[in-house]
């Protein structure tokens, strides 16, 4: 009989690690007192837990504090200001390699993730190989019990595959833990670690997609079809939601960064030490465009039968730009609203009661204005970037020139220095008295507003609190004021937390909500990981690229997203884009960048399109909150935040291996630059 404990044995001899854990260590599903798989899997109950503890790797891509949301503070939407995070600075600034050590726990787990999420697919394994032991569940008969063991298969399946791609994101081809015969092996089957080597790059799709088919071969549609269901079953893996990741991964797949690498020969030379493999793929094949986008419309196809929608109807207000403000915040307000494809509750305790027991706190640094002795930490803001990059109300236009958004200063871009595109009614400098905000703060007085501010769509002013605006709750009615001066609600700190960017991140606090201590930060509410929004500008995008591209449907599924947000056509913004490859090619990833803001999508947006190196390479631009007057704050400085400049290079497109790692899998080969 085999013992549970082996488990451990056989992680540790795939991650080898240094530390020997114990049971309890990342096994907490209260089997404690179950001493083999077999007595584990044969009943319902205990087989339902474990399934449960293989949720509790999922990552927490919403969390940017300590979690893998930091993608959102390494990327160009945001500005980061927190001095004391070191092991943030040094992925920002460039200033690591792979023998770099990271904070420990949680914070390490996220940024370094290779033991994760090996642990993680050992247990999908462990999960898989031994669920059709299962002999009873809730006294259902042979038939509903096989049909039950099907699906709990399929859901490890999918999170299996979904743990292979959180790997790939990150570092680029791994290695897939399968036999000579192409089908994963058992945890138990010895590992040297001395003679393993990474899959190539096309390996490593090719096993997460078949993996992901054979998943939505088996899971159901709806949660509901578990049979039993609770709001804790909310969340369960279903049809769509690894139809949804395979969307990911076939997008990831045709991207330049895995697919020829735009002509550049950045990954001619990376081939195995071992057994001369090429690791990518370094011919560009336009056919991986096709792949992908029929990989979208099939989800869309599913979506269009009722099973999924945009939120459109969450408003009560007749006004238009309210009522797409409403909108916009209902995805992430209104739990299990039809728009989330696949999506996880914020965890509430270490016990994994819920199938979505990985997720944690929502945006928890994202904070207010310093409200009732409420401290407004904002050690991670919007950048101006992403300020400068939410359209025009009126024209529908991007503020700044498609794909020229600023000029440069030394090799950087320098955003003091934007591009205005002069039919988008955009201003970058002047002020509007008098100025009321369009939505969501009836009760604020007119105001004197930067001209910069004014004319943006309902996304703004959902998403952003501009230095001078209301913070949007009618029991305080307080403005967010940022400089340097004792009667702001923020004022400007040379140390210490302090907004240092002169705009806050709102888009995670609804209307209204109260603030009054710090743990009302801390979200409880759903992260939609995967929306229909998504799979809309997926497929758009993969209109543009494909071999035989098709504009005109693509401007159609942009516009889908566009018309939720109260804007007008693209083809009204911008007349002959239809016709245009290029210049749809950059309003579709002005687009992404826009919807899809602080969700952890532009990071790896930025990655895979090969556009980081040029887009991040910039200076610490914010706005003057040193100055001590309102009208002086709106000054575009780099000298405010006291960090190194945020660095970009060829190297960091994949994440190094971990010199720990490799000194003990001598046989792997480490990513370029390392």
Same mark, same amino acid.
């Given at each position: ?70 993608? +959102?503070?390494? /990327?160009?939407? #945001? &500005? ?35 033991? *994760?999420?090996? @642990? ?22 042979? $038939?509903?019990?096989?049909?039950? *063991?099907? &699906? ?49 790059? @096309? ?6 997609? /078949?993996?992901? =088919? ?30 949804? +990741?395979?969307?990911? +991964?076939?997008?990831? &797949? ?63 207000? =007749? ?8 909108? %916009? &915040? ?110 969501? #703060?009836?009760? #604020? ?7 910069? !501010? ?10 952003? +609190? ?9 029991? *305080? ?8 001066? !004792? ?11 302090? $907004?240092? #960017? ?11 909500? @109260? ?11 759903? %992260? ?93 631009? !914010? ?14 400085? /780099? ?26 899998? !001598? ?8």
């Amino acid at each position: 009989m085999k013992k549970l404990t082996f488990i451990l044995i056989a992680t540790a001899a795939l991650t080898l690690s240094a530390c020997s854990k114990i049971y309890e260590d990342y096994l907490d599903v209260q089997l404690h007192d179950q001493a083999t798989i077999e007595e584990i899997f044969s009943q319902g109950n205990t087989a339902h837990r474990y399934l449960r503890h293989i949720y509790s790797f999922i990552p927490e891509d919403e969390s940017i504090s300590n979690r893998e949301g930091w993608v +959102v503070a390494r /990327s160009d939407e #945001a &500005q980061f200001s927190w001095t004391q995070w070191v092991y943030y600075l040094i992925f920002r600034e460039g200033n690591y390699s792979s023998a770099t050590t990271v904070a420990s726990g949680d914070a390490d787990k996220a940024m370094r993730p290779w033991d *994760k999420f090996y @642990q993680a697919i050992s247990q999908c394994t462990i999960f898989i190989n031994n669920i059709d032991l299962m002999k009873e569940y809730n006294n259902k008969d042979a $038939n509903e019990l096989a049909k039950i *063991k099907k &699906q709990m298969k399929a859901e490890a399946k999918f999170l299996r595959a979904y743990y292979y791609y959180c790997l790939i994101r990150q570092y680029g081809p791994v290695y897939i833990w399968m036999d000579s015969d192409g089908k994963p092996v058992t945890p138990d089957i010895k590992i040297d670690g001395s003679k393993i080597e990474r899959n190539t790059m @096309q390996e490593c799709f090719d096993f997460i997609i /078949s993996q992901l =088919d054979e998943a939505i071969a088996e899971l159901p549609v709806h949660v509901g079809d578990y049979g039993e269901i609770s709001q804790d079953w909310t969340g369960r893996a279903t049809r769509g939601a690894a139809m949804a +990741v395979k969307c990911r +991964v076939t997008l990831m &797949q045709a991207s330049p960064l895995y697919n020829g690498q735009n002509g550049t020969g950045l990954y001619d030379d990376f081939v195995s030490k071992t057994n001369g493999k090429q690791f990518m793929n370094t011919t560009y094949d336009a056919t991986k465009w096709d792949i992908a986008a029929q990989a979208q419309k099939d989800l869309i196809d599913l979506a269009e039968t009722g099973e999924y929608a945009l939120v459109t109807d969450a408003s009560s207000s =007749d006004d238009p730009m309210q009522a797409a403000a409403d909108n %916009y &915040q209902a995805i992430f307000q209104k739990p299990w609203n039809k728009e989330t494809i696949w999506g996880w509750w914020k965890r509430e305790s270490s016990e994994y009661g819920s199938y979505l027991a990985g997720a944690g706190q929502i945006m928890c640094c994202a904070l207010a204005p310093q409200i009732e002795g409420v401290g407004g930490y904002s050690g991670i803001t919007p950048s101006l970037k992403l300020v400068d990059a939410f359209p025009m109300q009126a024209t529908g236009r991007y503020p700044l020139q498609l794909g020229n958004m600023y000029q440069k200063t030394d090799g950087r871009l320098d955003y003091s220095k934007p591009n205005v595109d002069p039919l988008s009614g955009y201003q970058a400098e002047g002020w509007k008295e008098g100025y009321k905000v369009p939505v969501n #703060a009836p009760w #604020a007085p007119a105001f004197k507003a930067h001209i910069s !501010t004014t004319g943006r769509d309902a996304r703004y002013y959902q998403c952003i +609190v501009p230095n001078g605006f209301p913070w949007p709750n009618k029991n *305080k009615q307080k403005f967010f004021t940022c400089y340097n001066n !004792t009667e702001c609600t923020s004022p400007f700190r040379t140390s210490g937390d302090s $907004n240092r #960017a002169g705009y806050m991140w709102r888009k995670w606090y609804p209307t209204d909500k @109260q603030l009054d201590n710090w743990q009302a930060y801390q979200m409880s509410v759903v %992260y939609p990981s995967i929306r229909l929004a998504e799979i809309y500008l997926n497929y758009a995008e993969c209109l543009i690229e494909k071999s035989t591209p098709d504009l005109s449907k693509a401007c159609e599924y942009i516009n889908k997203v566009r018309k939720r947000a109260g804007l007008n056509n693209i083809e009204t913004a911008y007349p002959g884009i239809d016709g245009n490859q290029k210049l749809l090619r950059e309003a579709l990833r002005m687009e992404r960048m826009v919807e899809f803001n602080g969700e952890a999508i532009r990071h790896f947006d930025a990655v895979r399109w090969m556009i980081a190196a040029e887009e991040y390479t910039t200076k610490n631009w !914010t706005l003057k909150c040193s100055a001590t007057t309102y009208e002086e704050s709106y000054e575009r400085v /780099s000298d405010d935040c006291p960090l190194g400049d945020p660095t970009f290079i060829n190297r960091d497109y994949l994440f190094p291996i971990y010199a720990g790692h490799l000194a003990q899998m !001598t046989n792997m080969t480490q990513n370029p630059g390392f």
